[in-house]
């Protein structure tokens, strides 16, 4: 599975942003699809995940009521839609699939590239 995450950008405390991750393969269906973020000088940190039919999601306490993560099987596209964006969410954002469910990024079977997103105050 190869994973390109995009969606990234410059916005202000406050608003909103949403970040797409494209999979190729016909087996997306087969991967919970997780979120996670690397910010400035700390480890990556898991953001959000979303079983493999959509029906559970997970979230981190930072994010839990602001972010919303989904998943279009059709289109193969996993989405993280962002509200009430805040300064410490400035990170760099990666996709992740795994087989199975997890938070651990060390127990990821695949990674997208990352996308920057910078939150201004």
């Known amino acids: 599975v190869q994973l390109q995450a995009s969606g990234g950008g410059l916005v202000q405390a406050g608003g909103s942003l949403r970040l797409s991750c494209a999979a190729s393969?016909?087996?997306?269906?087969?991967?919970?699809m997780d979120w996670f973020r690397q910010c400035p000088g700390k480890e990556d940190e898991f953001v959000a995940a979303?079983?493999?039919?959509?029906?559970?999601?997970y979230y981190s306490d930072s994010v839990k009521g602001r972010f919303t993560i989904s998943r279009d099987n059709a289109k193969n596209t996993v989405y993280l839609q962002m509200n009430s964006l805040k300064p410490e969410d400035t990170a760099v954002y990666y996709c992740?699939?795994?087989?199975?469910?997890?938070?651990?990024?060390?127990?990821?079977?695949?990674w997208g590239k990352g996308t920057l997103v910078t939150v201004s105050s």
């Open positions: 992740a699939a795994s087989m199975d469910l997890s938070y651990t990024d060390s127990e990821m079977d695949y």
């Open positions: 393969g016909r087996t997306f269906s087969s991967y919970v």
């Open positions: 979303i079983s493999w039919s959509g029906e559970r999601t």
